[in-house]
């Protein structure tokens, strides 16, 4: 009897988040974090900000949603693939962590194998930072796994689908029509000098979804600016939400196209902080819904992987 051939591994990379409310838990996750960029342990005060930010959106769905689309890209490539695939989850900063998850995938007797991050935009410190995980975990292994990684998609016909549903049915319960900010995680703007294409890639998906949702009011800003005494990119979205209203404008919808997942990034700083500072200038503040394990998400990530293999 012929021996079957051993499925093709694909590793999803989601960024992490604390696991729960408990103190250990979000320790532990920021502790990772700031080692990571900036070698050092965390302060209480860092701690505390990151502790009370969870404790108000009660807790972050990360985990439960990239579970979900895990299990929804598996079940799409048994019936779109002859070839077998065996789909793995993994956090670049909490539990399963990247490095402990290609080990295993070793150990299972995966040979080849491919990695999508859940991210957007590739930056050296994002998209770049998952894939270099992988190498440098893959090389030391006793048998190294044959890896092929997911090339930029910021532009694919389904991930554009899948915004412009959002924009318009968000623009649908709308009287008179808000201006439009299409949002990204900030990141250091050093990473402009090294020509780093994550600035470009934002826009770029920007202005083909300001196209295709025809729209005559939308602007770019960024959110979620990290610590540290360095520039970050711009410009705020808090500092064009006061631009815009003095030149007139009341009524403003967020879409944050740097994310795919609700997570403290968009259940925090837009839900509850950026939407306390709309309330202070008397303006008015709504998002879209994030695609989260939507079936066009899963056929996006699907396709991407498929692609790699062909």
Not at 111 to 137: H, K
Not at 201 to 223: G, H, I, N
Request: negative net charge.
């Amino acid at each position: 009897m012929p021996m079957r051939t051993p499925p093709v591994g694909v590793l999803i990379m989601a960024y992490g988040s604390a696991p729960s409310l408990d103190d250990e838990a979000i320790f532990g996750y920021l502790r990772h974090i700031l080692q990571y960029y900036r070698k050092i342990d965390p302060k209480q005060e860092e701690f505390q900000h990151l502790k009370e930010r969870y404790q108000a959106i009660g807790g972050s769905p990360l985990y439960s949603i990239t579970e979900n689309i895990i299990r929804a890209v598996q079940s799409a490539f048994a019936l779109r693939s002859p070839e077998r695939f065996r789909v793995y989850m993994a956090m670049k900063h909490s539990s399963p962590f990247i490095e402990d998850v290609v080990g295993r995938m070793a150990q299972e007797g995966v040979e080849r194998a491919i990695a999508a991050a859940l991210v957007p935009f590739r930056s050296r410190l994002s998209t770049d930072g998952y894939y270099r995980l992988v190498r440098e975990t893959n090389t030391r292994l006793d048998k190294p796994i044959l890896w092929s990684f997911v090339e930029d998609w910021n532009l694919h016909p389904l991930f554009l689908q899948l915004w412009q549903n959002r924009i318009e049915d968000a623009l649908r319960l709308h009287d008179q029509s808000p201006a439009v900010i299409f949002t990204n995680h900030s990141l250091p703007a050093q990473i402009r000098k090294w020509k780093d294409p994550y600035s470009d890639q934002f826009e770029a998906t920007a202005k083909a979804l300001a196209e295709k949702c025809r729209l005559s009011k939308w602007t770019l800003a960024y959110q979620s600016e990290g610590g540290g005494n360095q520039p970050w990119l711009g410009p705020d979205l808090v500092a064009v939400l006061q631009e815009w209203k003095g030149r007139g404008h009341e009524r403003f919808l967020v879409a944050p196209i740097g994310f795919l997942m609700d997570h403290l990034e968009t259940l925090y700083d837009l839900d509850v902080e950026a939407q306390s500072e709309a309330t202070e200038m008397g303006i008015e503040l709504s998002r879209t819904p994030m695609p989260n394990d939507d079936p066009l998400l899963v056929a996006l990530l699907t396709d991407v992987i498929v692609g790699v293999r062909a």
